[in-house]
């Protein structure tokens, strides 16, 4: 889901945290890329000219195998080399959300199933977008294409937005790569968002360094953790009339949510706001400190070449695609793992003081009596 608001209050307190990227100025990264997140864009968004998905002649979806295919290629031909994290077993903590979720989706469908004969093509895409979620056999479907193509994934424990912070942070990949602003409160070093979004679109990539945000926000890690909470997180309710600024400004006040949280019980008559009952606000915070991931340290990937032959069989028999753009993509895929991914100047260079040598001190001595002299002369 994200937190609602975060994205705008880092831009206001820490504009330095933010810079934009085009794909090519990211050459020479590796990336941990949350895949549940851009499987559920890539069902959104990769459709036929009428707006419904892409599907092969049986009938079934492959708008999320066509968007992984060809993003994917397109990060390699940029010399980006992506790792995807899938997520794991969900939290309990989240069932409530889940549930949410599902409830969402059957309303959908009921408006739907009221507007099908009768509707505008608008309202109806409205509502199967709202109906969208990956199946188990579409992130199945999607790690057997990686797998052909030579790409590594990885399954995390749990939430996969975790696990590629953990990657990030343990310097395994330069970045984490997520639409989900609540990727942060784990850390990684860099939030990568708008990466695997099609080039039509024309959205730079949004960059977002953690300790500068940290920074310009003037909080702890476990300050900006119980903001993310009141903002509202998977985990649980919010506060109901508490909004980003007040939020921030309730943050800063107390110093935390125990603090905020024991202030409203105490003062009922001075604030208008209500806890929701039995409110799990230190056990989504403990799921954000301490999240269930794999060390970075006990994590290994690698590219390889793609297994062409496999690709054939899998996209164009299995699956419908045409045989010609599977292959030219395959070609295109081998020639960028092969040549490896560039090495960027940062990664080479470094400014370091240089240690000052015997005769750079005599120099600099001698400099100092020579100019010394030049102003007693002209007095």
């Known amino acids: 889901m994200g937190v609602k608001g975060l994205n705008q209050l880092i831009k206001e307190h820490s504009p330095g945290a933010y810079r934009e990227f085009q794909l090519k100025n990211l050459f020479g990264r590796k990336v941990a890329i949350d895949a549940s997140m851009c499987l559920y864009q890539f069902l959104i968004a990769v459709r036929q000219s009428d707006g419904q998905q892409l599907t092969n002649e049986d009938g079934e979806t492959t708008s999320h195998l066509s968007?992984?295919?060809?993003?994917?290629?397109?990060?390699?031909?940029?010399?980006?080399?992506?790792?995807?994290?899938?997520?794991?077993?969900?939290?309990v903590l989240k069932g409530g959300e889940l549930e949410?979720?599902?409830?969402?989706?059957?309303?959908?469908?009921?408006?739907?199933?009221?507007?099908?004969?009768?509707?505008?093509?608008?309202?109806?895409?409205?509502?199967?977008?709202?109906?969208?979620?990956?199946?188990?056999?579409?992130?199945?479907?999607?790690?057997?294409?990686l797998k052909l193509m030579g790409i590594p994934y990885i399954n995390a424990p749990c939430e996969a937005e975790a696990q590629c912070a953990e990657l990030a942070r343990g310097g395994k990949v330069f970045a984490a790569a997520s639409e989900d602003m609540d990727t942060l409160c784990y850390e990684p070093p860099y939030l990568l968002r708008h990466l695997t979004f099609a080039e039509?679109?024309?959205?730079?990539?949004?960059?977002?360094?953690?300790?500068?945000?940290?920074?310009?926000?003037?909080?702890?890690?476990?300050?900006?953790?119980?903001?993310?909470?009141l903002l509202g997180?998977?985990?649980?309710?919010?506060?109901?009339?508490?909004?980003?600024?007040?939020?921030?400004?309730?943050?800063?006040?107390?110093?935390?949510?125990?603090?905020?949280?024991?202030?409203?019980?105490?003062?009922?008559?001075?604030?208008?706001?209500?806890?929701?009952?039995?409110?799990?606000?230190?056990?989504?915070?403990?799921?954000?400190?301490?999240?269930?991931?794999?060390?970075?340290?006990?994590?290994?990937?690698?590219?390889?070449?793609?297994?062409?032959?496999g690709l054939i069989e899998f996209m164009v028999r299995q699956k419908g695609f045409s045989e010609d753009r599977i292959r030219s993509g395959a070609e295109k895929l081998k020639k960028g793992l092969k040549s490896g991914v560039q090495g960027r100047l940062d990664g080479f260079f470094s400014v370091v003081p240089k240690a000052a040598s015997p005769n750079d001190k005599k120099r600099k001595d001698d400099s100092k009596n020579s100019k010394s002299n030049k102003k007693t002369k002209r007095k």
Not at 67 to 91: A, C, Q, S, W
Not at 200 to 229: H, N, V, W
């Open 200 to 229: 039509a679109r024309k959205m730079p990539i949004d960059q977002i360094a953690y300790s500068d945000a940290m920074a310009g926000l003037d909080m702890t890690k476990e300050q900006f953790i119980d903001l993310c909470i």
């Open 100 to 145: 949410k979720r599902l409830l969402k989706r059957e309303e959908a469908q009921k408006q739907l199933d009221l507007i099908k004969d009768d509707g505008t093509v608008a309202d109806v895409l409205k509502y199967e977008k709202r109906l969208v979620r990956a199946s188990r056999e579409q992130n199945e479907d999607a790690k057997k294409l």
């Open 233 to 309: 997180c998977d985990y649980c309710e919010t506060i109901k009339g508490v909004g980003p600024v007040t939020a921030y400004k309730l943050i800063k006040q107390h110093g935390s949510l125990d603090k905020i949280v024991e202030f409203i019980k105490e003062n009922p008559d001075k604030t208008k706001y209500k806890l929701p009952e039995n409110w799990p606000y230190d056990e989504a915070r403990q799921l954000f400190l301490n999240p269930e991931v794999t060390k970075a340290s006990d994590v290994s990937f690698k590219w390889v070449e793609p297994d062409v032959d």
């Open 67 to 91: 968007g992984m295919f060809y993003r994917t290629i397109r990060l390699v031909e940029h010399n980006i080399k992506p790792v995807f994290v899938f997520d794991g077993k969900p939290p």
